[in-house]
């Protein structure tokens, strides 16, 4: 069993960036495929970036080049760096852990939310 617990979003104005992070607790993070969704409001929750156990990345075409999935296992973490920002970027982000890689898995975290806007 494994619990997650985001935590960096926040207010910020179009073009700026966040630092997402999601702490981990419990046993096999190490070994686990890990990644950030995200849902809008009226919209379906959708995959934004995954990184598997050996460090393989994924990253859904709307975010390429602006954002950067990343972890730590000493410290059972996972990093989400968000860089431009855009008003469409506003979301409730969650940390998931435990599927294949273009899948969730049965770990979330509880959300953060991420607002980007003058």
Not at 9 to 27: E, F, I, M, N
Not at 77 to 99: F, I, R
């Amino acid at each position: 069993q494994v619990q997650l617990v985001e935590s960096g979003g926040g207010l910020v104005q179009p073009g700026g960036s966040l630092r997402l992070s999601c702490a981990a607790s419990g046993s096999g993070f190490s070994t686990i495929t890990m990644g950030w969704y995200r849902q809008a409001p009226g919209k379906q929750r959708e995959l934004v970036a995954a990184i598997s156990s050996s460090g393989f990345t994924y990253y859904a075409d709307s975010v390429k080049g602006r954002f950067t999935i990343s972890r730590e296992n000493v410290k059972n973490a996972v990093y989400l760096q968000m860089n431009s920002l855009k008003p469409e970027d506003t979301a409730v982000y969650y940390c998931n852990g435990g599927g294949p890689l273009l899948q969730p898995g049965a770990f979330w975290g509880q959300g953060t939310q991420v607002t980007v806007s003058s």
